[in-house]
């Protein structure tokens, strides 16, 4: 347990330190962030394809992250949200919006298996009752700014 928690403070330092030096790259319509950090075996599907998870790989509505036993991934969304996916992870972000201006914002997510920890950004900040994540036997609703979850497979 104290080896997890270490490995999950670890992993979100390496997510907030760059992210608060570097910020998001400008961004295209359908980028809605990018992988930050990215170690072990990960890899994005997207449709019909399966991409490296590397530094700098743009994120998209839809994506589904995956980690290996060994993979780990640190993600910054494009209002600042800072996500951390440990080893043995299954991480689909379902939607996401962010135009202000608008008046749509909002994220979905969905965690199935593994660990992972949340740093809200200016969605949760502006808006929590429209973030929301989903596990397997339940949903996450924001009303602070970070949560870190162990989903576990089922008969483990």
């Known amino acids: 347990m104290v080896g997890m928690k270490a490995t999950l403070f670890i992993a979100i330092a390496l997510v907030m330190v760059p992210s608060l030096v570097l910020g998001l790259p400008p961004s295209g319509e359908d980028n809605i ?3 930050r950090n990215s170690s072990g075996i990960a890899h994005i599907t997207r449709g019909e ?3 490296q998870a590397a530094p700098g790989t743009k994120l998209h509505e839809g994506d589904t992250l995956t980690t290996g036993s060994d993979g780990s991934l640190g993600i ?3 209002d600042n949200s800072l996500l951390s996916l440990g080893p043995e992870s299954h991480f689909v972000v379902k939607s996401f919006s962010f135009s202000p201006a608008q008046g749509k ?3 979905l997510a969905r965690i199935s298996k593994g660990t992972m920890a949340y740093v809200s950004g200016l969605i949760g900040k502006i808006s929590p009752q429209s973030v929301r994540f989903e596990t397997p036997v ?9 949560f ?7 008969g483990t």
């Open 105 to 107: 914002i909002g994220l």
């Open 138 to 146: 339940a949903s996450i609703g924001i009303r602070g700014t970070y």
């Open 33 to 35: 962030g990018v992988i």
């Open 49 to 51: 394809k399966v991409i």
């Open 148 to 154: 870190a979850v162990k989903v576990e497979e089922p």
């Open 76 to 78: 910054i969304l494009r």
